[in-house]
């Protein structure tokens, strides 16, 4: 079970094996889903009010695919790859290990229960505040390589950060975040009370020995990712429409475009110009992706710290016997 948990026989996981097996957990889960993570972004910073039509490029999940595989290549489904792995360890590493942190300090300052799921809800949240203001930086980057076209304005990510850094100053890695931090507390706290409450349906009493790292992890985790992404879409929504803005001319190649002079132009103007359906274009390749995402990632995190609670036992059992052989 992900989080603290007093009745786990052995040491509880320590800081350092949880940020291990968070950022493993995101490192392996990045490489699946990038591609449906690159597709996301094109349908989230397309401008259009309709979905077939000459302003707008991508109308639809299959369309979006072989249109960008035809005109860019196979290699354009992981275009940003290298910062979004970069953001994916970060990120796995910092929200695991604060989680781990936080249930435990639940447990032993307040009356809570470090295992129910409001417990994980609000520690769920905090954790993931704490990654994001870390890891910011690297998702406007991340974003900013899935949303070029051809030709591309970046070169490389060494390129991007001096080319930004110069033209439009450093607070410009640190777009939208106002909305992001709005967004990841309710989204990541949601994912880890309904992974907590699916979990605790599907596997009332788990294996001893076992914390996971199953079919059950898989698709608990991925009906958790579902409904949280889908009450906290907008808010993601309008973080990348934030975050590309200065970026028009490498956005015109998918459709019309425009700039916001913050989060409340940027609801405005949206709403206006594509109504209800605007805050949430993007959503159906967005919940194939969270389904994938959430679920892989608590799979992953769970395979990785049984990896290592076995790995801790079976060490502790050679000892013990080298021991008694030698008396």
């Known amino acids: 079970m992900v989080g603290y948990d007093p009745g786990v026989q052995g040491a509880p996981l320590s800081p350092k094996e949880a940020a291990f097996a968070g950022s493993a957990a995101g490192m392996v889960t990045r490489a699946l889903i990038s591609p449906f993570d690159v597709i996301k972004i094109r349908f989230q910073v397309r401008m259009s009010c309709v979905f077939k039509t000459p302003q707008g490029k991508y109308y639809g999940i299959f369309q979006a695919t072989r249109c960008i595989h035809l005109e860019e290549g196979l290699s354009a ?33 307040t009356l809570y229960d470090s295992q129910t799921a409001g417990v994980h809800f609000v520690c769920g949240g905090l954790a993931a505040c704490s990654a994001t203001v870390v890891c910011q930086p690297l998702d406007t980057l991340r974003t900013r390589f899935a949303a070029q076209g051809e030709p591309k304005v970046y070169r490389n990510l060494r ?47 788990p294996e001893a020995g076992n914390s996971g790292g199953n079919l059950k992890s898989l698709v608990c985790g991925s009906g958790a990712g579902m409904i949280s ?35 409340l132009d940027c609801m405005v103007q949206i709403a206006k110009e594509e109504g209800f359906r605007g805050f949430f274009k993007g959503l159906s ?5 969270a389904a994938l995402s959430t679920g892989f990632t608590f799979f992953w995190y769970e395979f990785f710290v049984n990896a290592m609670h076995n790995f801790k036992e079976k060490r502790g059992t050679n000892v013990i016997a080298k021991d008694f052989n030698r008396r």
């Open 77 to 109: 489904f992981w275009k940003g790859h290298i910062p979004a792995q970069l953001l994916s360890i970060c990120y796995g590493a910092v929200q695991f290990a604060s989680f781990e942190f936080l249930t435990e300090l639940v447990h032993q300052k």
């Open 159 to 205: 390129h991007a950060v001096s080319t930004m850094w110069r033209s439009e100053g450093t607070l410009t890695f640190y777009r939208g975040l106002s909305p992001t931090l709005m967004a990841v507390f309710p989204y990541a706290g949601l994912q880890f009370f309904f992974y907590n409450i699916f979990k605790k349906l599907l596997a009332p009493q």
């Open 285 to 289: 390749p967005s919940l194939v992706k």
């Open 229 to 263: 992404k889908t009450i906290t879409y907008p808010f993601d929504l309008f973080k990348k429409r934030l975050q590309v803005g200065g970026f028009e001319a490498a956005r015109a190649h998918f459709g019309q475009v425009r700039s916001y002079r913050g989060l």
